[in-house]
Every structure is written in structure tokens, then in C-alpha cells.
T-cell receptor, first 114, second 114 residues
Framework: ETGVTQTPRHLVMGMTNKKSLKCEQHLGHNAMYWYKQSAKKPLELMFVYSLEERVENNSVPSRFSPECPNSSHLFLHLHTLQPEDSALYLC?????????????FGNGTRLTVT | GESVGLHLPTLSVQEGDNSIINCAYSNSASDYFIWYKQESGKGPQFIIDIRSNMDKRQGQRVTVLLNKTVKHLSLQIAATQPGDSAVYFCAENIPLSEGQNFVFGPGTRLSVLP
């Protein structure tokens, strides 16, 4: 059982739809991340939030919009996506204390854009 | 057009044998390294980590070796079992001012033969 929960597990959306992915961590961590995993590329960092402030935006198109209302929750709002955005979207969390600690991942949302 | 998946290196080992999975990392400033295991339909799961001031670390049935001279990381799995079949990723941490930026390798698929 993972301490990072992602919903939904699967999502199919059209290019004109608006949807949101949700992530919740139960580990008491203070940093949260969105990663994209596609069949064509290795895991790619999209966004990093530390103490609810966005500290990294890895040149992600504006059709992806993250939101971190508190240290336990992270959202990824999606609008006017393209078929090439179909991928597994993984949320992760860590304790950003200045020490070196691993990321803990959820099981992802499998997104298909039609 | 036809989509082309990422070609993952594959390692096939006999059950009971030892496995060695290799990884080359890119950044000499990376200070922390992790091996993750990803099974089908799940997110990456932490296996073992090592800091850059170490060259070897052992866990239960797993050992990670770090060679900073040639920027090489390896994961050794002793007495490989069918449940070890998965994709294995190495990740290097490139320090940020806040949070962590893990860069992941493309992964190696481990198949355990009965």
C-alpha cells in the first residue's frame, strides 16, 4: 500500500476537455512532484513544490497547470491537451529538509488523449 | 503515424542466479543516487540509495556500487526470484536550492526465467 495516492487511475479525455489529476500523500512530507512517464522517453520531471511553493517548472506547456493547496495535496489541471500528452503521470513526495532522501511515488494516472 | 516505444535494455537471468544492472549517470555534481523498481501498473518503488561519499551499500539481497570516476552505478540482486521481474531505474539527484531534482535513466527490464 503506497503512502501516495493518485486518482483517477485511468483517464480518457478529448482534446477539448478539462480535467484534473489528484495526488494525496500521507507521509508527512513537505515536497511534492509531478513526473511524466511516456513510452518514448524516460521519466521526466514536470513540477516541484516545496513547502507549497513552486520551485521548479521544467519547461512544461501551459496546458498543464499545477496546484498545491497544502503540503499533502497536489493537483494537475489539464486543458486542451494533445494526443502526444498521453502518458502515465506520476506524483511523488519527499521530505525536503536539506538532507538527501528518496522520492516516494504513487501508482500514477494513465492518461489517454483522444 | 506509428508510435515507437522506448527501447529498454533487457536482462534475462535464471531464477537463483545473481543479477547485475548497470547505469551511467551524467552529472558529476550529483550527490545522491537511488535505484527504483517498477512493476507493471505501479509506480516506481524505492529499493536502495547511496550518497556520493560512499562507494558501496548493501541491503537485503541487493547491493549498490558507485564509481564516481567513471560516473557508473550498478545494482546487484542476489539469488534472483520471479518477483524481481520488473523495470529497474537508476536516478541521480542534481541539487536544487529547494527540493530535489532526480534525473532518471531509461530503465532496464529484468526477466527472471524459471
Amino acid at each position: 500500500e503506497t503512502g501516495v495516492t493518485q486518482t483517477p487511475r485511468h483517464l480518457v479525455m478529448g482534446m477539448t476537455n478539462k480535467k484534473s489529476l489528484k495526488c494525496e500523500q500521507h507521509l508527512g512530507h513537505n515536497a511534492m512532484y509531478w513526473y511524466k512517464q511516456s513510452a518514448k522517453k524516460p521519466l521526466e520531471l514536470m513540477f516541484v513544490y516545496s513547502l507549497e511553493e513552486r520551485v521548479e517548472n521544467n519547461s512544461v506547456p501551459s496546458r498543464f497547470s499545477p496546484e498545491c493547496p497544502n503540503s499533502s495535496h497536489l493537483f494537475l489541471h489539464l486543458h486542451t491537451l494533445q494526443p502526444e500528452d498521453s502518458a502515465l503521470y506520476l506524483c511523488a513526495s519527499s521530505q525536503a529538509t536539506g538532507d538527501l532522501l528518496p522520492l516516494h511515488f504513487g501508482n500514477g494516472t494513465r492518461l489517454t488523449v483522444t | 503515424g506509428e508510435s515507437v516505444g522506448l527501447h529498454l535494455p533487457t536482462l534475462s537471468v535464471q531464477e537463483g542466479d545473481n543479477s547485475i544492472i548497470n547505469c551511467a549517470y551524467s552529472n558529476s555534481a550529483s550527490d545522491y543516487f537511488i535505484w527504483y523498481k517498477q512493476e507493471s501498473g505501479k509506480g516506481p518503488q524505492f529499493i536502495i540509495d547511496i550518497r556520493s561519499n560512499m562507494d558501496k551499500r548493501q541491503g537485503q539481497r541487493v547491493t549498490v556500487l558507485l564509481n564516481k570516476t567513471v560516473k557508473h552505478l550498478s545494482l546487484q540482486i542476489a539469488a534472483t526470484q520471479p518477483g524481481d521481474s520488473a523495470v529497474y531505474f537508476c536516478a541521480e539527484n542534481i541539487p536544487l536550492s529547494e527540493g530535489q531534482n532526480f534525473v532518471f535513466g531509461p530503465g532496464t527490464r529484468l526477466s527472471v526465467l524459471p
